[in-house]
Nanobody
Framework: QVQLVESGGGLVQAGGSLRLSCAAS????????MGWFRQAPGKERDFVAS????????YYPGSIKGRFTISRDNAKNTVYLQMNNLKPQDTALYYC????????????WGLGTQVTVSS
């Protein structure tokens, strides 16, 4: 089992920045992909970014690439999402998730942290 706790959300003006953190605990000795997802009210959950904790390879959808950066600190079992040039449409509940490298689905989820971007 892996437990994930997100932090760092808040209210920011358009054009501003936030850094989200995801602290992992439990059985973190396996090879994992860590991902960030977001869900706005009335919308489906969207993939934002992911990183392979074992080699640092990152993945982004085209709509995100360039503004958000995912990184990890394996010594702290923490993954970060640096978000720059935030837009009102980035407003959502941001979730951290984890999946083993042998799994096709994200099996572990945090409770989320709210990001609100005002215009």
């Amino acid at each position: 089992q892996v437990q994930l706790v997100e932090s760092g959300g808040g209210l920011v003006q358009a054009g501003g920045s936030l850094r989200l953190s995801c602290a992992a605990s439990g059985r973190t000795d396996s090879r994992y992909f860590m991902g960030w997802f977001r869900q706005a009210p009335g919308k489906e959950r969207d993939f934002v970014a992911s990183i392979a904790t074992f080699d640092g390879t990152t993945y982004y959808p085209g709509s995100i690439k360039g503004r958000f950066t995912i990184s990890r600190d394996n010594a702290k079992n923490t993954v970060y999402l640096q978000m720059n040039n935030l837009k009102p449409q980035d407003t959502a509940l941001y979730y951290c998730a984890a999946r083993k490298s042998t799994s096709a689905t994200y099996d572990y989820w945090g409770l989320g942290t709210q990001v609100t971007v005002s215009s």
